[in-house]
């Protein structure tokens, strides 16, 4: 079975601050494909990231980073100096590759103070 | 090109009634989906579609049906709508053949309160 876990409900932080949102996944396919997607409070959800098993090169986009640890089947998301534009609910997924079904976490609400 | 477009944004029913969610992409894309996300959860795939005329179930079917007449258009219907119906509504796409291997395109999502 599949199951991505993001254990952080909210996190509070103030602007400026580093952050990082965990993302523990589970799965016994040996391709498959992870992704972060943000939902501001505008509703919509907007891919950041896609990222698959056999690449385990952290990336670095501007301020956001991503840690890929196949040894510990996580794929978390770093903001660095945080701005209050990056308030959002951001959620991480899996993807076996050859299925047509991604498994959501159940988020993590980001919430950066002026 | 608009990407993935839904209407409505919002709609309220009373118990028992019955509507279409209607979900249109632009991109090619072959394959859809339907979600649904209650306050404060993640998504839960309610249907899925490989292209047109193959539609499968996903997660929480019950209470939805769909089709796909066309490579463009997903439509999501609610028959007999209940209170554990209200959520809010995302449509998807996603292109290729790989299947999950890559990212999918949401649209705005529709709000739905059934009281």
């Known amino acids: 079975a599949q199951k991505v876990t993001q254990a952080q409900t909210e996190i509070s932080v103030v602007e400026k601050e580093d952050v990082t949102l965990d993302c523990v996944y589970e799965t016994r396919d040996t391709t498959y494909y992870l992704f972060w997607y943000k939902q501001p409070p505008s509703g919509e959800l907007v891919f950041l990231i896609r990222?698959?098993?056999?690449?385990?090169q952290n990336e670095i986009s501007g301020r956001y980073s991503w840690n890929f640890q196949k040894s510990t089947s996580s794929f978390n998301f770093t903001i660095t100096a945080s701005q209050v534009v990056d308030s959002a609910v951001y959620f991480c997924?899996?993807?076996?590759?050859?299925?047509?079904?991604?498994?959501f976490g159940t988020g993590t609400r980001l919430k950066v103070l002026a | 090109n608009a990407g993935v477009t839904q209407t409505p944004k919002f709609r309220i029913l009373k118990i028992g009634q019955s509507m279409t969610l209607q979900c249109t992409q632009d991109?090619?894309?072959?394959?859809m989906y339907w979600y649904r996300q209650d306050p404060g959860m993640g998504l839960k795939l309610i249907y899925y579609?490989?292209?047109?005329?193959?539609?499968d179930k996903g997660e929480v079917p019950n209470g939805y049906n769909v089709s796909r007449s066309t490579t463009e258009d997903f439509p999501l219907r609610l028959e007999l709508a209940a209170p554990s119906q209200t959520s809010v509504y995302f449509c998807?796409?996603?292109?290729?053949?790989?299947?999950?291997?890559?990212?999918?395109?949401f649209g705005p999502g529709t709000r739905l309160t059934v009281t």
């Open positions: 998807a796409s996603s292109p290729g053949l790989a299947g999950g291997s890559y990212e999918q395109y």
């Open positions: 991109m090619n894309h072959n394959y």
């Open positions: 997924a899996l993807s076996a590759s050859g299925t047509y079904k991604y498994i």
């Open positions: 990222r698959n098993s056999f690449d385990e």
């Open positions: 579609s490989v292209g047109a005329g193959i539609t």
